[in-house]
């Protein structure tokens, strides 16, 4: 019996390339995107594989309730939360509708459904959960001179490396994965919808990204950073959290007493 997969933005460059690979290795896929002519494209250049369309907005209330249903209701062995939008721009000018459209889709999306896939696969005592997620995420220290600040953005980044690493710990034991991948630039059309022309800047194929992904996976790790050379300095990155997190006391710091 065909594993099924659901990926989210599944019409163009991440997703795409989930979507591609998953065939390819024999899953049943639903796809989900707001554009239906390239998802029904998809499809029909896939005739060997099961593949269910489902045009869906998750910047909207009604698009995360649709998908959600489906979760709740199908056997789904893996859930790609890839779906992804940006707008780079300083907080002071980014309008609410587009501040409320990254929270949707990069928050409040991925947490609900994969909250809504998690009873199925814990009743069936397995399955996979991966967050689409950035550099970004690790970005917040980066002076003013170095790069755009994308605040609302960056912190949705941050917001799935944390769910995901929590996730990952509650679910110890249970057969269910959960991981977060957090590629650098990747040649997509993701920038040109931001009006960014990054065709002369080095960029890794959205193929690549998915192949650490899935290797990242059978390698059990957690948080998978396709160009990062050097895992220990991740692990580095999470043990100075934890040191500080284990540092806390009820007692005032002392840099914070009068002096």
Do not use: W
Not at 23 to 36: F, I, N
Not at 148 to 173: C, D, K, W
Not at 187 to 212: C, I, N
């Amino acid at each position: 019996m065909s594993k099924l997969a659901l990926v989210t933005g599944a019409t163009s460059g991440i997703g795409r390339a989930y979507a591609e690979r998953l065939a390819a290795d024999g899953h049943d896929l639903v796809l989900v995107g707001r554009r239906k002519d390239r998802l029904e494209e998809f499809a029909a250049s896939h005739p060997g594989t099961e593949v269910r369309t489902v045009a869906a907005d998750l910047a909207t209330p009604a698009g995360i309730d649709t998908v959600a249903a489906l979760l709740a209701a199908e056997p789904v062995d893996l859930l790609v939360n890839n779906a992804g939008v940006a707008h780079y721009m300083p907080l002071a000018e980014l309008p609410a509708e587009k501040a409320t459209e990254i929270v949707n889709v990069k928050v409040l999306a991925p947490t609900l459904l994969t909250r809504a896939v998690l009873p199925g696969m814990q009743e069936r005592g397995g399955g996979t959960v991966v967050n689409v997620a950035g550099m970004i995420a690790f970005s917040g220290p980066a002076p003013h001179s170095q790069m755009p600040r994308r605040v609302v953005y960056g912190g949705s980044l941050a917001y799935l490396v944390t769910m995901s690493q929590t996730l990952a710990a509650e679910l110890e034991g249970t057969g269910i994965a959960v991981q977060v991948v957090c590629p650098g630039v990747v040649a997509t059309e993701f920038h040109e919808r931001q009006g960014l022309d990054l065709s002369g800047v080095p960029r890794m194929t959205a193929e690549d990204v998915v192949t650490a992904s899935l290797r990242g996976l059978e390698l059990g790790e957690t948080v998978c950073a396709p160009g990062v050379e050097d895992a220990g300095l991740l692990d580095a990155v999470f043990q100075a959290d934890l040191a500080a997190f284990g540092a806390q006391s009820t007692e005032l710091a002392t840099r914070y007493r009068a002096a």
